[in-house]
DNA sequence: GTTACGCATGGTA
DNA sequence: GTACCATGCGTAA
């Protein structure tokens, strides 16, 4: 019987959804008839070009020929694997289907498929092969062998209701039972300890897991079903992305990248927007990068870049820009395998320049260098910082590095941190709270699958062991998607004086100035972050007649609304005198909205006065006060300074730590020798000896009042400020210090913020 | 005072 | 234990 089967998952009239009946075909595979136009698809396992009228084509990987592949090629990758070993009819160089049966642990050749076009074989499924318990089951194992390589082995059963397993005790099932369903997505269960731990029906509710399979390049291994569920095939020729709008689990080796998943078209026809992570296929980068370096990027992206570039564009890797990529010391450090596998060979630590294009098409021109380091290297690109503030990119964000082909030339993406959280994962964040840039303050994203929380993303993710999952979890923790809400037009509108320009998180941690203001500005920052946050959440009012539901995330209560949130209505801020924020819940008028903000704004004020003051104090008294925990460690990590482990504290500072900080003797105790030649005296003696230096400089000047500063503490030199409360005119001049003293802060303590 | 540079350190995988 | 890498620190410009 011939049958007519269609392209990309649809009949030939475009009707592709719906099935009205199947029937096996001569291989064993099913064709099914579409119940509008009555035409055929195939959904089988051999789709023979000889019984049917059409059929998708691709190129041969070999000869680059067209070549018949089945039509369920072109629909959906992991039948490519079917067909991974399909003959190309052209240059007949291609893969043998050998029909094998498993007996016991092994497993031999039942049939063999000749090798010529006329001659496919054209058996039944042989009857024992339907077996392993599972009665409706059709077991086929085949093997693919690949120009003349024996490749991946794999099964694949097929059951007609929607109930699959997968049993991972049997080794030699790299894949077994991985059936379509009605929305055209694969789902399989396991068994472990012959229990199923997923079942179709739950994975409908949650999380499916969608298995693409291609063909095997013939060198390496598929990961085993096992490997996927417990997110052990990193590294591995396969890469992982959920596929936009549904929870599912892409698996394809690189050879096929290229060829399916940047080509493939979804079965309506559209680019497909799946962000999908595109593994090295060339290169030095080919086995060596790690998954979380490979770029993600859709096929809309790089079909719209290369577009604009007029160009064909190769992702290499990308990167999560950290703090210090971002920041302002416009270093951006690069993934050592990246670097070396992509950019040119560099011998000299001066490196040479790169020329980059911004996917704006401003051209740049960076350095790219080393700094040796623990007998490696460290890459970066220097002079990064005008592309990053031109793009507007902070930390958190990502950066994709392509390159032109032919020429070269360098391509620098960019992804939103906002944009990874819903887009990368196919999800929008459902909370209102943490709805991204894009969609500030929406409900529930269209991209969300119904009743499907992000908490389950993230669950489900962390528990593939998704590294970029697990970034994006922390990414969420943070709460810079709060920070990219507060820099919405809308928030500035409404809260112009108070966030003139709000600082992100990121934005907090990578401009915090020069190195000896950084404590003190890094806690203006924190508590500019916290006040405006506190402000910003009190800014948020619930829409009218809307119930949140709590929902937890990382151990974090979150409300959640259906509705947006009414901005700056409704809620205010009332700033106590302590300082403090209240919320009042009547309508505020905009001037006194003003004096909520500028009370604020005292408010903030005065708390950084007595910040810095505590500091000074603790600076002042120096090595004979034994510090407390609360100024030293906490205060300088704010509680909302979300940052605070990575830029606050800095990681020398620990238990044994040994610097001027950490070694100061218990209160009254352990007096400093003047020949004591501790870590703590010999930096108070360096700094003296810079005082006195400055000193010397300016009394040379002829800056009388100079001198005269220096017993005030100047609040942009750190500990060194603190120092000249400590020294006598005296010792001054004779460059003797007393490390014991312990100054009048009242009366010598100025504070210039 | 500020910035840039080069290296060192330590957290983490 | 090792390599990587984020970033702190000292110094020079």
Redesign the pocket.
């Known amino acids: 019987m011939e049958v007519e089967v269609c392209m990309n998952g649809a009949c030939k009239n475009g009707y592709a959804r719906e099935w009205k009946k199947g029937w096996p075909l001569r291989s064993g595979g099913f064709a099914r008839l579409c119940d509008k136009c009555g035409s055929a698809y195939a959904n089988s396992i051999f789709c023979e070009k000889f019984h049917l009228h059409q059929t998708g084509w691709r190129e041969c990987d070999f000869c680059n020929k067209s070549i018949h592949c089945g039509c369920i090629i072109s629909r959906f990758s992991f039948e490519y694997l079917d067909f991974g070993g399909i003959r190309c009819s052209t240059c007949l160089k291609a893969s043998q289907l050998p029909l094998i049966q498993e007996t016991g642990n092994s497993i031999r050749p039942i049939r063999s498929v000749k090798n010529h076009a006329s001659d496919r074989h054209t058996e039944h499924i042989d009857d024992r092969l339907f077996l392993d318990g599972c009665s409706k089951r059709k077991l086929m194992h085949m093997r693919s062998i690949v120009d003349g390589r024996e490749s991946s082995r794999w099964t694949q059963a097929k059951r007609d209701d929607r109930d699959s397993c997968i049993d991972l005790n049997r080794e030699d099932m790299r894949f077994s039972n991985v059936m379509k369903s009605s929305n055209h997505s694969l789902k399989f269960t396991t068994l472990e300890n012959n229990r199923p731990t997923w079942d179709s029906r739950s994975m409908h509710r949650s999380s499916s897991l969608n298995i693409s399979l291609g063909a095997s390049s013939g060198n390496s291994a598929l990961p085993s079903a096992l490997e996927i569920v417990e997110g052990r095939f990193e590294g591995k020729t396969s890469f992982s992305s959920f596929h936009q709008g549904q929870r599912s689990l892409s698996i394809m080796p690189k050879p096929l990248m290229n060829a399916i998943t940047i080509n493939m078209e979804t079965s309506n026809g559209m680019i497909s927007q799946e962000r999908v992570a595109r593994p090295p296929t060339d290169g030095k980068g080919k086995n060596m990068l790690l998954s979380r370096y490979w770029p993600r990027i859709t096929d809309q992206e790089l079909q719209q870049l290369s577009g604009d570039l007029k160009s064909t564009i190769v992702p290499l890797f990308e990167k999560v820009l ?4 971002a920041g ?4 951006l ?1 690069l ?3 990246c670097a070396e596998a992509y950019f040119p060979p560099i011998s000299q ?1 001066e490196g040479l320049p790169l020329h980059m294009k911004d996917v704006k098409g401003n051209e740049w021109t960076f350095q790219f260098r080393f ?6 290297r ?1 890459y970066v690109l ?1 002079g990064v910082t005008p592309c990053i503030q031109a793009l507007q990119l902070n930390a958190g964000d990502i950066v994709i590095f392509s390159r032109i082909d032919p020429g070269g030339k360098f391509v620098l993406g960019f992804r939103r941190a906002s944009d990874s959280i819903d887009s990368q994962d196919g999800f929008a964040a459902h909370s209102n709270v943490f709805s991204t840039k894009e969609t500030t303050f929406s409900g529930a994203s269209a991209n969300m699958h119904p009743g499907n929380s992000y908490h389950d993303l993230l669950q489900t993710r962390k528990g593939n062991g998704d590294p970029y999952l697990n970034r994006c979890s922390e990414h969420f923790r943070l709460g810079t998607g709060i920070a990219d809400c507060l820099r919405t037009e809308n928030f500035e509108m409404v809260n112009n004086d108070l966030v003139q320009l709000p600082i992100s998180v990121s934005e907090k ?1 990578q401009n ?7 404590l003190l500005v890094h806690n203006e920052d924190a508590m500019e972050l916290r006040v405006t946050w506190e402000e910003a959440q009190g800014l948020l009012c619930p829409a009218p007649r809307v119930k949140s539901s709590i929902v937890t995330i990382e151990d974090q209560e979150f409300e959640e609304y259906e509705e947006p949130p009414v901005f700056g209505k409704k809620t205010t801020i009332n700033a106590r005198s302590s300082g403090s924020l209240s919320l009042a819940t009547e309508e505020t008028s905009p001037q006194e909205l003003d004096n909520v903000l500028v009370t604020s704004k005292d408010s903030k004020k005065r708390r950084i006065m007595e910040k810095a003051k505590s500091i000074i104090e603790h600076e002042a008294f120096g090595l004979n006060e034994e510090p407390s925990a609360g100024v030293l460690d906490d205060d300088l990590a704010e509680p909302g300074d979300t940052s605070g482990g ?2 606050t504290k ?3 500072h ?1 238990s044994g730590c040994i610097c001027i900080m950490c070694i100061r003797p218990p209160s009254g105790k352990g007096r400093h020798r003047a020949t004591c030649t501790c870590p703590a005296c010999i930096t108070v003696k360096r700094r003296l000896d810079s005082l006195m230096t400055r000193k010397q400089q300016r009394q040379s000047e002829g800056e009388a009042d100079g001198s005269q500063k220096d017993y005030i503490y ?1 609040g ?2 750190g500990d060194g400020g603190s120092l000249s409360g400590c020294l006598k005119e005296g010792e001054l001049s004779a460059g003797q210090i007393d490390l014991n003293c312990r100054p009048n802060l009242d009366e010598d303590m100025q504070v210039d913020i």
């Not at 915090?512 to 950084?518: E, L």
């Open positions: 950290s703090a210090s990529d302002r010391i416009g270093r450090v993934p050592k395998s630590s700094w040796p380091n623990n007998n490696s460290m220097e941690t915090i100035g020069p190195m000896c203001k950084r990575a830029t800095h990681p020398r620990r100047e942009d030199e």
